[in-house]
């Protein structure tokens, strides 16, 4: 699965954790405009319900707005 990154809409944790919101999933990647672009993603990864974290280039579960 692929995930499409927005970096221009920004995540944050309690920790001040910053990262960046999945537009969509999908089983494979398609040409998009930068900034957005494309990573790999675990096969149960939910567009707005998981983050990419900059810090260690994961995609984790979307953390509570501060």
Do not use: H
């Amino acid at each position: 699965m692929k995930a499409l990154i927005s970096p221009n809409e920004k995540r944050t944790d309690y920790q001040g954790n910053v990262g960046e919101r999945i537009a969509q999933v999908e089983q494979n990647e398609f040409p998009v405009a930068a900034p957005l672009f494309w990573t790999d993603c675990p096969d149960d990864c939910v567009a707005d319900v998981w983050w990419y974290y900059q810090g260690t280039c994961q995609i984790m579960p979307t953390p509570p707005e501060v």
